[in-house]
C-alpha cells in the first residue's frame, strides 16, 4: 500500500512515489479542467447518503410505524452543519454526505436551492417552499463569513440566541 498524504514516509523512499505523485497531480489537474464538479456524480452520491440514512432508520427506528423524511432537507441542514465546522466533525460531515470538501457541498447546495426549489408555477409545475436556518447560542458567536455563505448560498439566515433562557 502507498504511503498515504501526510505521512511520515515521503514519496522519495517508496519507489513508485513520483508515479503515485504525478497520476495524483494529473487527476487534481483533470478536475480542474472539467470544473468544480460533476452534478450527477453529487447527486448519486448525496442518494447514496439518503438511502443509508433512510434504512437505518428503518431497521433502528421505524419498525412498526410509518416514517417520512426529506432527503433534501437533510442534506441541505448538514451541508450549512459543515460549512461551519471544522476538524473532525466536519470531517464525519463531508465523509457522511460523500462529499470532498466544503466548497462542493456549498456548489450542489447553491444548484439545488436555484433549481429545485425555484417558483414552478410560472411553466405549470408545483412551488415547494422550503425553511432553512442555523440557530447557534450567543455564547458561540457566528463567523461573518460563515452567516455569508448561509445566506448566499442556502438562503438561509444563521442567528445567535439565548439558549439559556429561553
Known amino acids: 500500500m502507498f504511503p498515504s498524504v501526510g505521512s511520515s514516509s515521503s514519496s522519495s523512499s517508496h519507489p513508485l512515489g513520483f508515479l503515485r505523485f504525478f497520476l495524483t497531480a494529473e487527476k487534481?489537474?483533470?478536475?480542474?479542467?472539467?470544473?468544480?464538479?460533476?452534478?450527477?456524480?453529487?447527486?448519486?452520491?448525496?442518494?447514496?447518503?439518503?438511502?443509508?440514512?433512510?434504512?437505518?432508520?428503518?431497521?433502528?427506528?421505524?419498525?412498526?410505524?410509518?416514517?417520512?423524511?426529506?432527503?433534501?432537507?437533510?442534506?441541505?441542514?448538514?451541508?450549512?452543519?459543515?460549512?461551519?465546522?471544522?476538524?473532525?466533525?466536519?470531517?464525519?460531515?463531508?465523509?457522511?454526505?460523500?462529499?470532498?470538501?466544503?466548497?462542493?457541498?456549498?456548489?450542489?447546495?447553491?444548484?439545488?436551492?436555484?433549481?429545485i426549489l425555484a417558483d414552478g408555477s410560472t411553466l405549470g409545475g408545483p412551488t415547494l417552499y422550503s425553511a432553512n436556518g442555523i440557530w447557534v447560542d450567543e455564547s458561540m458567536p457566528l463567523k461573518p463569513a460563515f452567516a455569508e455563505i448561509v445566506k448566499d448560498v442556502y438562503e438561509a439566515e444563521a442567528k445567535a440566541v439565548d439558549f439559556q433562557t429561553k
Open 28 to 115: 487534481k489537474k483533470r478536475r480542474q479542467e472539467e470544473g468544480p464538479m460533476d452534478l450527477r456524480d453529487s447527486i448519486q452520491r448525496q442518494t447514496e447518503s439518503s438511502l443509508l440514512l433512510a434504512s437505518h432508520i428503518a431497521i433502528s427506528e421505524a419498525r412498526e410505524v410509518n416514517f417520512v423524511f426529506s432527503p433534501l432537507t437533510v442534506h441541505i441542514a448538514l451541508s450549512m452543519v459543515a460549512a461551519g465546522s471544522t476538524g473532525r466533525t466536519n470531517d464525519q460531515i463531508l465523509s457522511f454526505l460523500r462529499a470532498t470538501t466544503n466548497e462542493e457541498l456549498n456548489s450542489l447546495s447553491a444548484k439545488i436551492v436555484s433549481l
